[in-house]
Nanobody
Framework: VQLQASGGGLVQAGGSLRLSCPDS??????VSWFRQAPGKEREFVAA????????LYSDSAKGRFTISRDNRNNTLYLRMNSLSPEDTAVYYC?????????????????WGQGTQVTVSS
C-alpha cells in the first residue's frame, strides 16, 4: 500500500484545511490519520474502517475533524475545521491490515510521508 499525504499548509486560527491521501486502492482493514508536533510523540487523530462502518476520533479532533474515504478515487481525507495553533503538526496517513481500529501508531503497517499543517494565532 502506497500512501502520500498532501493538503497541508499555513492557515489562520479558526480556518479549515482538507488533507488527502491516495491509497492505491489495495484493501486494508483500517485507515487513519496521526500527527506529530515538534518534540512530541506521534498521536492518533482519527481512523475509520475500510468499509466506512465505524469511525473513531481523538478527543481533540471530535466535533472539528471529519475522516472520510472516496472509493471512486481511492483517497482518504481529513477535513479539519476550527483549527487552532495546538493543531500545528506534521500529519500522517496510515493503514492497518488487521481488523479493529487502533489508536497506537505501532499497530499500523503502512505509512505515508507527512504533510505539514501550521496554524497561526
Amino acid at each position: 500500500v502506497q500512501l502520500q499525504a498532501s493538503g497541508g499548509g499555513l492557515v489562520q486560527a479558526g480556518g479549515s484545511l482538507r488533507l488527502s491521501c491516495p491509497d492505491s486502492g489495495r484493501i486494508v482493514s483500517v485507515v487513519s490519520w496521526f500527527r506529530q508536533a515538534p518534540g512530541k510523540e506521534r498521536e492518533f487523530v482519527a481512523a475509520m474502517t475500510w468499509r466506512g462502518d465505524r469511525k473513531l476520533y481523538s478527543d481533540s479532533a471530535k466535533g472539528r475533524f471529519t475522516i472520510s474515504r472516496d472509493n471512486r478515487n481511492n483517497t482518504l481525507y481529513l477535513r479539519m475545521n476550527s483549527l487552532s495553533p495546538e493543531d500545528t503538526a506534521v500529519y500522517y496517513c496510515a493503514a492497518r491490515r488487521s481488523s479493529g481500529i487502533r489508536t497506537s501508531s505501532a499497530d499500523y503497517d503502512y505509512w505515508g510521508q507527512g504533510t505539514q499543517v501550521t496554524v497561526s494565532s
